[in-house]
């Protein structure tokens, strides 16, 4: 496919241009975080920022956790029906 | 006003038995019956009560609370609109099952007693079960029926509960209930079942993406949020309730995150955001209870708009998993917008429906000085975005270009995700009408420079965080375990043992049993009795013999077991 072809929103240059916008609204988010007071009463929250790399930080953990749970959890997509199709017929039983 | 003397709800479900008779009828039905039923609901005077004597007890079959209208609403509208989205794919059984359902949810929420609210609780088992039916295909069969069963088991703990319950108090009402004995924790139990609670939390994404486009749009809308208006009603500040809806935030967060079907990352999401109803529910003050009552009523319209776009995707495709998904924005714009409102409003973005009512859970928690609920929450609302805000809309609609080019929605979707989107933005902006209609009086500002730039910093840098870790997220075709693997999987090795088992001492037993029965056959045949013997001899006198015996042990049973 030439570049012609391609959707603006999926061209290699288009792209770059939305991360810088993307990153200028970021920190937008965080300066504007220096003329309001959060209020929560624990202390913690009112630091600068906080909400960010809260935000960011938990969302790393709840990927990775979910990553690791997933070495245990995850089987093949038909790992269900390879058993439920063989149900009560195999073994030689008998209906009567 | 006209006198009520049916609930609303039954009008739905005896107006679904009609559906069959022609699509003419049918589709009249579709729009009358939610207006008529909305009609009802908001002439009836307020606490307006219907009571019927039966069985030495007095039913409450109507009684309109502020609560029960608001759940009564939202169901009749979903039932409206999921109507519109579904009326000219969906087929006749699975529209009647729908609206069966949407009725029987309605006749929960208005009901003033628990027997007719047991009544309603198991009509819905069964709609639901016939609107996954209605897919028509062998997985959708069968993951019903594994549905059916663990709805069954919740109606029966309802039910052990509320005849412990009535036994011990001697009352009916559906009201507040202690948590005093085993019974009320049964009654407990057989809600949380139906919530998605743990451990139980499986069925959701169990069943509902078997069910067609549009059965799921009207599944994500009833079942678990019946649920919360019960906890709601009976178990309001159960701190029990806390820690439950938190386990259920970050489960179905987790889940979401390792899924591959579209329509079971939003079933996942389900049981996160019923997590946060439930604890509000548990924290129990007015304005949790607010919160989660408004957060029940905006989630069923965002949660049927993402699941209209899903089905939509769906429709148009064929295709379900994310691995096949990808760049369809660029042939389904329409579809593609109004389903990111969806997961902006389910991502609580500022100026949308979320924003408003989830946050009056978390100032609860804050205010209550809970440090660790609030952090939860928040970790959650940026857990939420990450799992459903933006996985979803980017794996179905950008991501790869998958090469396919469906054509947009037909007219009559997007005519109804229109109205869900409207109604997700417009509620967000203009929150009044919601909150005048909550059960508590609303002291709550939700729009504050500190909050906005709270919910910004959270939602925007957890979007950093998705593509930042998006190597690590690529799909996989898998599905993950669960509790259901129980069920599924062990049971059905130690069923297909115990079968065999089973299967050799049953034939050693019918074999005994055969020989012994033969053997009293002929000695019964050769006795003067035989003549009596039933089928094998028609006289009368045979059966007034028989009926003297039937008699005659009542009577034995009269005087030895009174």
């Given at each position: 496919m030439s570049e012609q072809n391609i959707h603006w929103l999926l061209r290699k240059e288009n792209i770059r241009k939305l991360w810088i916008g993307f990153i200028i609204i970021l920190m937008l988010t965080v300066l504007a975080g220096f003329f309001v007071h959060q209020h929560?009463?624990?202390?913690?929250?009112?630091?600068?920022g906080f909400f960010a790399w809260y935000g960011f930080v938990t969302c790393v953990g709840m990927v990775v956790f979910a990553k690791l749970l997933g070495f245990v959890l995850k089987r093949p997509e038909n790992y269900y029906d390879d058993d439920t199709n063989q149900g009560l017929n195999e073994n030689g039983v008998e209906h009567d | 006003m006209t006198e009520l003397?049916?609930?609303?709800?039954l009008l739905l479900v005896i107006g679904a038995l009609f559906m069959p008779f022609g699509i003419k009828v049918r589709n009249l039905l579709i729009f009358v019956l939610p207006v008529l039923c909305l009609y009802f609901i908001w002439s009836a005077p307020a606490d307006y009560v219907v009571t019927l004597p039966f069985l030495g007890f007095e039913l409450v079959p109507i009684k309109i609370t502020t609560v029960g209208q608001l759940f009564a609403t939202i169901f009749s509208l979903m039932a409206l609109i999921g109507g519109i989205f579904a009326?000219?794919?969906?087929s006749t059984l699975e529209l009647s099952a729908a609206f069966a359902y949407a009725g029987s949810a309605i006749g929960v929420t208005l009901s003033g007693d628990l027997i007719t609210l047991f009544v309603f609780w198991e009509i819905m088992a069964i709609g639901s079960t016939l609107v996954i039916w209605a897919a028509r295909y062998e997985g959708a069969y069968r993951a019903s029926m594994r549905y059916l069963m663990v709805h069954l088991l919740g109606g029966l703990l309802l039910m052990i509960g509320i005849a412990g319950h009535v036994v011990q108090t001697g009352s009916i009402s559906f009201t507040p209930l202690a948590l005093d004995s085993i019974a009320q924790y049964l009654i407990l139990a057989g809600f949380l079942v139906n919530a998605g609670a743990?451990?139980?939390?499986a069925w959701i994404a169990d069943a509902y993406?078997?069910?067609?486009p549009s059965g799921s749009v009207f599944l994500s809308a009833f079942t678990t949020k019946t649920a919360v208006f019960t906890l709601l009603i009976?178990?309001?500040?159960?701190?029990?309730?806390i820690p439950i809806g938190i386990y259920m935030i970050f489960y179905g967060i987790i889940y979401a995150l390792l899924e591959n079907d579209m329509r079971r990352i939003l079933a996942y999401s389900i049981v996160n955001q019923v997590g946060f109803m439930i604890t509000g529910i548990g924290l129990g003050t007015e304005m949790a209870l607010n919160g989660a009552a408004a957060h029940a009523f905006v989630h069923i319209i965002y949660k049927g708009l993402l699941l209209m776009s899903a089905g939509a995707v769906l429709y148009r495709t064929g295709k379900r998993s994310c691995t096949d998904l990808g760049g369809l924005f660029q042939t389904m714009p329409w579809t593609a917008l109004l389903g990111i409102i969806g997961a902006l409003a389910i991502s609580s973005?500022?100026?949308?429906?979320g924003f408003v009512t989830k946050s009056m859970i978390a100032q609860t928690a804050a205010d209550q000085n809970l440090i660790i609920v609030w952090f939860a929450l928040a970790a959650a609302s940026a857990g939420v975005f990450l799992h459903a805000g933006i996985k979803f809309p980017w794996f179905v609609f950008?991501?790869?270009?998958?090469g396919m080019r469906p054509a947009e929605a037909p007219r009559n979707m997007l005519v109804a995700m229109g109205v869900l989107a409207a109604l997700c933005i417009g509620l967000g902006v203009y929150p009044e009408p919601l909150y005048a209609i909550l059960p508590f009086a609303v002291n709550y500002e939700p729009y504050t420079a500190a909050h906005l730039v709270a919910q910004f910093q959270l939602l925007l840098f957890a979007g950093l965080a998705f593509f930042v870790m998006l190597p690590m997220m690529k799909r996989t075709l898998t599905i993950s375990l669960d509790v259901d693997w129980f069920y599924r999987k062990l049971f059905s090795v130690t069923d297909r043992v115990g079968y065999n088992l089973l299967h050799s001492f049953n034939r050693g037993v019918t074999n005994a049993i055969q020989q012994s029965w033969q053997g009293f056959q002929s000695t019964f045949q050769a006795?003067?009795?035989?003549?009596?013997?039933?089928?094998s001899s028609w006289p009368t006198g045979s059966m007034v013999m028989w009926i003297g015996v039937i008699l005659g042990g009542y009577l034995l049973m009269d005087i030895f077991f009174k």
């Amino acid at each position: 496919m030439s570049e012609q072809n391609i959707h603006w929103l999926l061209r290699k240059e288009n792209i770059r241009k939305l991360w810088i916008g993307f990153i200028i609204i970021l920190m937008l988010t965080v300066l504007a975080g220096f003329f309001v007071h959060q209020h929560e009463s624990f202390g913690i929250e009112d630091s600068v920022g906080f909400f960010a790399w809260y935000g960011f930080v938990t969302c790393v953990g709840m990927v990775v956790f979910a990553k690791l749970l997933g070495f245990v959890l995850k089987r093949p997509e038909n790992y269900y029906d390879d058993d439920t199709n063989q149900g009560l017929n195999e073994n030689g039983v008998e209906h009567d | 006003m006209t006198e009520l003397l049916l609930p609303p709800g039954l009008l739905l479900v005896i107006g679904a038995l009609f559906m069959p008779f022609g699509i003419k009828v049918r589709n009249l039905l579709i729009f009358v019956l939610p207006v008529l039923c909305l009609y009802f609901i908001w002439s009836a005077p307020a606490d307006y009560v219907v009571t019927l004597p039966f069985l030495g007890f007095e039913l409450v079959p109507i009684k309109i609370t502020t609560v029960g209208q608001l759940f009564a609403t939202i169901f009749s509208l979903m039932a409206l609109i999921g109507g519109i989205f579904a009326y000219k794919t969906a087929s006749t059984l699975e529209l009647s099952a729908a609206f069966a359902y949407a009725g029987s949810a309605i006749g929960v929420t208005l009901s003033g007693d628990l027997i007719t609210l047991f009544v309603f609780w198991e009509i819905m088992a069964i709609g639901s079960t016939l609107v996954i039916w209605a897919a028509r295909y062998e997985g959708a069969y069968r993951a019903s029926m594994r549905y059916l069963m663990v709805h069954l088991l919740g109606g029966l703990l309802l039910m052990i509960g509320i005849a412990g319950h009535v036994v011990q108090t001697g009352s009916i009402s559906f009201t507040p209930l202690a948590l005093d004995s085993i019974a009320q924790y049964l009654i407990l139990a057989g809600f949380l079942v139906n919530a998605g609670a743990p451990p139980l939390s499986a069925w959701i994404a169990d069943a509902y993406p078997e069910a067609s486009p549009s059965g799921s749009v009207f599944l994500s809308a009833f079942t678990t949020k019946t649920a919360v208006f019960t906890l709601l009603i009976a178990f309001p500040g159960t701190w029990l309730l806390i820690p439950i809806g938190i386990y259920m935030i970050f489960y179905g967060i987790i889940y979401a995150l390792l899924e591959n079907d579209m329509r079971r990352i939003l079933a996942y999401s389900i049981v996160n955001q019923v997590g946060f109803m439930i604890t509000g529910i548990g924290l129990g003050t007015e304005m949790a209870l607010n919160g989660a009552a408004a957060h029940a009523f905006v989630h069923i319209i965002y949660k049927g708009l993402l699941l209209m776009s899903a089905g939509a995707v769906l429709y148009r495709t064929g295709k379900r998993s994310c691995t096949d998904l990808g760049g369809l924005f660029q042939t389904m714009p329409w579809t593609a917008l109004l389903g990111i409102i969806g997961a902006l409003a389910i991502s609580s973005f500022p100026f949308t429906s979320g924003f408003v009512t989830k946050s009056m859970i978390a100032q609860t928690a804050a205010d209550q000085n809970l440090i660790i609920v609030w952090f939860a929450l928040a970790a959650a609302s940026a857990g939420v975005f990450l799992h459903a805000g933006i996985k979803f809309p980017w794996f179905v609609f950008f991501q790869k270009d998958s090469g396919m080019r469906p054509a947009e929605a037909p007219r009559n979707m997007l005519v109804a995700m229109g109205v869900l989107a409207a109604l997700c933005i417009g509620l967000g902006v203009y929150p009044e009408p919601l909150y005048a209609i909550l059960p508590f009086a609303v002291n709550y500002e939700p729009y504050t420079a500190a909050h906005l730039v709270a919910q910004f910093q959270l939602l925007l840098f957890a979007g950093l965080a998705f593509f930042v870790m998006l190597p690590m997220m690529k799909r996989t075709l898998t599905i993950s375990l669960d509790v259901d693997w129980f069920y599924r999987k062990l049971f059905s090795v130690t069923d297909r043992v115990g079968y065999n088992l089973l299967h050799s001492f049953n034939r050693g037993v019918t074999n005994a049993i055969q020989q012994s029965w033969q053997g009293f056959q002929s000695t019964f045949q050769a006795s003067r009795l035989s003549k009596y013997h039933l089928a094998s001899s028609w006289p009368t006198g045979s059966m007034v013999m028989w009926i003297g015996v039937i008699l005659g042990g009542y009577l034995l049973m009269d005087i030895f077991f009174k």
